[in-house]
């Protein structure tokens, strides 16, 4: 049987996804595991942060589709453990952590999406 487009992208998906908390928060992975929730949450600041747009509780539970109460308790949480900040009504993340983000070797999420993206070509 030959494995399809949605078998690849689903397998992609679940790669990052197993990925993803050690690349942001490597210490936070015992807490957080791969709790898609979490995870969506945390990737979103870090984008909003690096785009120059950090959000608000508001803008996050929007952009990650989730009810704003939740995104609140998982913002409180990251906060107590020092992945992100909040800075007035505001979520960031550290500068010393963008820093470790970009000194981290991306190298086997990249092969990941690359050979995902050769099987799709197929």
């Known amino acids: 049987m030959p494995l399809t487009r949605a078998y690849h ?8 996804t197993r990925q993803l908390p050690a690349t942001l928060a490597p210490e936070l992975q015992p807490q957080i595991g791969s ?6 949450i945390l990737a979103a600041v870090y984008l909003g942060t690096v785009e120059g747009r950090p959000m608000n509780t508001t803008k996050l539970a929007s952009f990650v589709g989730m009810p704003r109460g939740t995104v609140i308790r998982w913002l ?10 909040r800075f007035d009504h505001v979520y960031r993340m550290p500068a010393a ?24 070509k197929r």
């Open 35 to 40: 709790r898609i929730g979490v995870l969506m």
């Open 9 to 16: 992208l689903a397998h992609l998906w679940m790669e990052l």
């Open 76 to 85: 409180r949480l990251l906060c107590r453990r020092g992945a992100i900040v």
């Open 97 to 120: 952590r963008l820093d470790r983000i970009a000194r981290r070797d991306l190298g086997a999420m990249v092969r990941t999406v690359r050979s995902t993206a050769d099987k799709l």
